[in-house]
């Protein structure tokens, strides 16, 4: 069975489930736990990149997991970081004033610089309709997390896909 091995595909449903999982209201609760929504969507991408070899003579690798975790992290990062900056734009609440806001309900005082830069933050917001420095700050942080989370979870599927070939192999003495 000539099977044809796409790539691109475990890479998008791995980035699907990521960037679902992100930026789902209440869902995105699951990536408080270890950003554990991410994880999920590398794991996913390797049981498709799976699913795909199987009857054929590739053999999948940890390699091949890892960076199909990698490339649905800088997918999912991208798209997200889209995503929130388009929330954000349309939005008619400036968030920096308002967590302003609450941490003075708390009575939780801020460092003079901290209050500062606060500040900085919320004036781009009045004046933009979002802050083009906290736009490149999440998107810095987004397309270092997402990848590294990513390939945790595709590990982790590569290890429970050995771990299922094990059994299958010492189950069937051959």
Do not use: W
């Not at 649905?72 to 806001?101: D, F, H, Q, R």
């Not at 997390?145 to 070939?165: D, H, N, S, T």
């Amino acid at each position: 069975m000539d099977k044809k091995i796409n790539r691109l595909t475990p890479v998008i449903l791995g980035s699907t489930v990521m960037t679902a999982i992100s930026v789902l209201p209440l869902i995105n609760f699951i990536n408080l736990f270890f950003c554990a929504g991410i994880m999920i969507g590398g794991y996913f991408g390797v049981i498709a990149y799976f699913r795909q070899t199987a009857g054929t003579d590739h053999v999948m690798t940890y390699r091949d997991g890892v960076l199909t975790g990698i490339l649905s992290g800088i997918l999912s990062a991208v798209v997200v970081s889209g995503i929130n900056i388009i929330v954000l734009m349309y939005s008619k609440s400036n968030p920096v004033t308002e967590s302003l806001g609450m941490l003075g309900e708390l009575g939780k005082n801020l460092p003079p610089e901290v209050n500062t830069q606060m500040n900085k933050l919320a004036e781009e917001f009045n004046k933009y309709g979002y802050s083009p420095t906290l736009a490149i700050f999440t998107f810095v942080s987004n397309i270092v997390i997402y990848p590294l989370f990513g390939a945790i979870g595709a590990l982790i599927g590569m290890a429970v896909i050995e771990k299922r070939k094990k059994k299958i192999i010492n189950g069937n003495p051959e």
